[in-house]
């Protein structure tokens, strides 16, 4: 047992609470509970360490505004032992309403030196893609141009949940009917997603519904104008790869369906 890494597990448990007269017998019992743990699941023994101290870590937190709970020795190695920690909420401001989004600035402090920033959400309501399998096995898609990239873009339908909408299964059936006039059965979400947590607080969820069939017209808001083309579902790999489709979200909607169809799950 290496006289460092002691000292560094035993920095970590002071900085998380632990008294600095416990902290080496700690130190020395964690090195060894870690061991057991690699040998059990067959981890790393630092990944079951990290495992270790990343549990007590909850429990022995000092409030978030002491500079000790905050700060890890500069080596950076205790820091990887713990894994990253939640950056407290200090407070929050709304400064605009955008009608698809509403953005606010939000101040927190970084539990690994203490520094305070301003970060900006955009908050959305949530989305939903839908990956619509006819009875002869196709895939329906839609065309529409869209104004970001200023292009003609190929995608899964979907679109935004409607105030009050909690159901995203309920609310991708209706995206399907409106944007394609296709209706199917079995509808059941096979994934989800976080559009861009770096910004966003939205999910995007998708949603299969298989044995599609026309049964009425597109029923088109006055700023949507789309076309319905059904492609092999067999050609998902290739619409990717080749660029076919290239909408980051219903990329990750093939890719759900794709897992799916391997596990069945």
């Not at 990239?149 to 909690?166: K, N, R, Y």
């Amino acid at each position: 047992m290496d006289a460092e890494t002691l000292q560094a597990i035993a920095s970590v448990l002071e900085n998380l609470g632990c008294p600095p007269a416990k902290c080496p017998e700690m130190a020395a019992q964690l090195h060894r509970r870690s061991l057991q743990l690699a040998a059990a699941t067959g981890r790393s023994q630092p990944e079951a360490l990290g495992h270790l101290l990343r549990a007590m870590a909850g429990g022995w937190a000092a409030p978030s505004g002491s500079p000790s709970s905050a700060d890890l020795p500069a080596t950076g190695r205790e820091s990887s032992l713990v894994g990253v920690r939640p950056w407290p909420d200090l407070g929050q401001e709304t400064l605009g309403d955008y009608r698809i989004f509403r953005l606010r600035s939000v101040r927190r402090r970084s539990p690994r030196n203490g520094v305070e920033r301003d970060f900006y959400v955009m908050d959305c309501a949530d989305w939903v893609n839908v990956v619509a399998i006819t009875e002869t096995g196709d895939l329906v898609l839609v065309e529409q141009f869209r104004h970001g990239v200023a292009s003609v873009e190929l995608e899964v339908p979907g679109g935004i949940m409607d105030p009050g909408e909690t159901d995203p299964v309920a609310a991708g059936l209706r995206e399907l009917r409106e944007e394609t006039g296709y209706a199917g059965e079995g509808a059941i979400e096979i994934g989800c997603v976080l559009p861009n947590s770096a910004i966003q607080s939205n999910r995007c969820r998708t949603v299969l519904v298989r044995n599609c069939r026309k049964v009425g017209d597109l029923e088109l808001d006055d700023s949507e104008d789309i076309a319905v083309r059904l492609v092999p579902a067999s050609d998902i790999p290739s619409l990717v790869t080749q660029g076919a489709v290239r909408h980051s979200l219903a990329v990750a909607a093939l890719f759900h369906y794709e897992l799916w169809a391997r596990t069945g799950r």
